[in-house]
């Protein structure tokens, strides 16, 4: 497997787009951010769909309350198994490839998703989702670096692009909201997949740098199966961290790690070099995609339900609460990049875990209170916060690696992104449930965790400095 010292980095950046394989002025680079962006968008709108419509698609299906993390977690599950796999065909077969085959598949997973009938079934078409997902989101960044191939060029596309994911979350729950149920909205949400990939077959421009060699199917199959144990014992320990299943489901974590670290270091074309985690920026991408999924996700994805079981709101209602948040989120997104070339991104992602922070400990005891309005302090603060991360995060994941493995750097950093995110949803719904002193306590409970792990995150990207 290569080395990537300092100094081969650093060459790598100067000589990328001469060894890339796609034009070096892609004829439709405005084309190619809509459409990047526009897809991009629809698979988060189809990820934040189940936080509005949870409690209907949970009776719907029969879900009981200690299944329902996997109503939420299938989606991020498929990203997180699969997001590495996909940059790392992204850029050996085609970024164009593999963004309209993802966009494709996202379309027809997400319309068969609003036809199943049960659990299994659903959480078995949510995962199809992520890894549907998943190609979109690898292959975007990657296309994105070869369409603005100068600083301020890439600045100003990731920023934008980073802004659609705020987008995307903000839309999914009014779009789910305003339909006659999930089904329909689930069939909604494919028909547009489907339009945006027909409308990339002829602007996109096809760019690559193989590697040569095979995919990496045995590190994306001992990768996705640490995954899913981890999701399995985070699930069961609402009902008791020390019982014999969790025990052995995090054992067989460490197990399938260990496994997947040794294919890696062993395979000519591994998913991720495993030498980038000696580098402090890269380190800190995947730190910031990490933390980002465990606090922001993990809490604002249960709290809508919460909201509609404890206020007894009703689903649209609390999807235009929470647009003040995800509204926010998106419109500070796109102004962010100004900031990042002003205070660097690193900066920027440590302010946004920080106001996340001070947004959540703003939340405490609203649950209680029995009133929606004490929750606006906090919405509007993590709002913000959101934003800043969503606009840097892309910056740094394409700064961290060498700009020929832009899709593979993506895919790194939202792979973290979204084992965080499967992680602090089931963190999330098992400290709420799981309380004995009621649902109220369990929220600020978890908003106290979730502030924690936040600062956690500040940290973590603040020292994390780059040698010189």
């Given at each position: 497997m290569p080395r990537f010292s300092e100094r081969t980095v650093t060459r790598s950046r100067s000589t990328a787009v001469r060894r890339d394989t796609s034009p070096s002025a892609p004829s439709h680079p405005r084309a190619t951010l809509a459409l990047t962006s526009a897809a991009t968008a629809v698979a988060l709108m189809t990820y934040t769909a189940p936080v509005i419509t949870l409690r209907d698609t949970a009776t719907d299906l029969h879900t009981p309350l200690s299944a329902q993390a996997w109503l939420l977690n299938g989606t991020p599950l498929g990203l997180a198994a699969l997001l590495l796999v996909a940059g790392s065909l992204a850029d050996d077969y085609g970024r164009r490839r593999v963004f309209l085959g993802g966009t494709l598949a996202l379309g027809l997973t997400t319309a068969l998703g609003g036809l199943t009938n049960s659990t299994l079934l659903f959480t078995l078409a949510r995962i199809a989702q992520g890894a549907a997902s998943a190609a979109i989101l690898a292959s975007s960044l990657g296309l994105l670096v070869t369409a603005f191939p100068s600083p301020r060029g890439r600045l100003h596309a990731t920023g934008v692009w980073g802004a659609f994911v705020s987008g995307g979350i903000a839309a999914g729950p009014l779009v789910a909201g305003a339909m006659p149920s999930w089904r329909v909205a689930y069939g909604a949400l494919g028909a547009a997949a489907l339009l945006v990939a027909a409308l990339g077959m002829r602007p996109l421009t096809e760019s690559k740098a193989p590697r040569g060699g095979r995919p990496d199917i045995l590190g994306a199959l001992t990768f996705g199966s640490a995954l899913v144990a981890l999701v399995a014992a985070l699930t069961l320990g609402r009902d008791g961290w020390?019982?014999?299943?969790?025990?052995?489901?995090?054992?067989?974590?460490?197990?399938?790690?260990?496994?997947?670290?040794?294919?890696?270091?062993?395979?000519?074309?591994?998913?991720?070099?495993?030498?980038?985690?000696?580098?402090?920026?890269?380190?800190?991408?995947?730190?910031?995609?990490?933390?980002?999924?465990?606090?922001?996700?993990?809490?604002?994805?249960?709290?809508?339900?919460?909201?509609?079981?404890?206020?007894?709101?009703?689903?649209?209602?609390?999807?235009?609460?929470?647009?003040?948040?995800?509204?926010?989120?998106?419109?500070?997104?796109?102004?962010?990049?100004?900031?990042?070339?002003?205070?660097?991104?690193?900066?920027?992602?440590?302010?946004?875990?920080?106001?996340?922070?001070?947004?959540?400990?703003?939340?405490?005891?609203?649950?209680?209170?029995?009133?929606?309005?004490?929750?606006?302090?906090?919405?509007?603060?993590?709002?913000?916060?959101?934003?800043?991360?969503?606009?840097?995060?892309?910056?740094?994941?394409?700064?961290?690696?060498?700009?020929?493995?832009?899709?593979?750097?993506?895919?790194?950093?939202?792979?973290?992104?979204?084992?965080?995110?499967?992680?602090?949803?089931?963190?999330?719904?098992?400290?709420?449930?799981?309380?004995?002193?009621?649902?109220?306590?369990?929220?600020?409970?978890?908003?106290?965790?979730?502030?924690?792990?936040?600062?956690?995150?500040?940290?973590?990207?603040?020292?994390?400095?780059?040698?010189?």
């Open positions: 020390l019982r014999t299943p969790v025990v052995l489901l995090l054992a067989a974590t460490v197990a399938a790690m260990a496994l997947f670290t040794l294919v890696e270091r062993r395979t000519r074309t591994p998913m991720i070099d495993l030498s980038l985690l000696r580098h402090p920026r890269f380190l800190a991408s995947a730190a910031g995609g990490l933390f980002t999924g465990l606090t922001v996700i993990g809490l604002f994805s249960y709290l809508p339900a919460l909201l509609q079981q404890t206020l007894h709101m009703s689903a649209m209602n609390t999807a235009w609460l929470f647009l003040l948040w995800s509204g926010l989120s998106f419109v500070v997104a796109l102004q962010a990049k100004r900031l990042a070339g002003r205070v660097g991104s690193r900066r920027q992602l440590a302010m946004g875990f920080l106001l996340h922070a001070v947004g959540a400990v703003a939340m405490l005891g609203a649950i209680g209170s029995g009133s929606w309005v004490r929750m606006l302090p906090g919405l509007i603060l993590g709002g913000v916060g959101s934003g800043l991360l969503n606009a840097a995060l892309p910056l740094v994941a394409v700064e961290s690696v060498p700009l020929d493995r832009a899709a593979m750097g993506s895919g790194a950093q939202q792979t973290f992104r979204y084992i965080g995110s499967c992680a602090g949803v089931a963190l999330t719904i098992a400290l709420v449930t799981s309380s004995g002193a009621g649902l109220a306590h369990g929220a600020d409970v978890a908003m106290v965790v979730s502030a924690v792990l936040a600062v956690l995150g500040a940290v973590s990207v603040g020292v994390l400095r780059e040698r010189a």
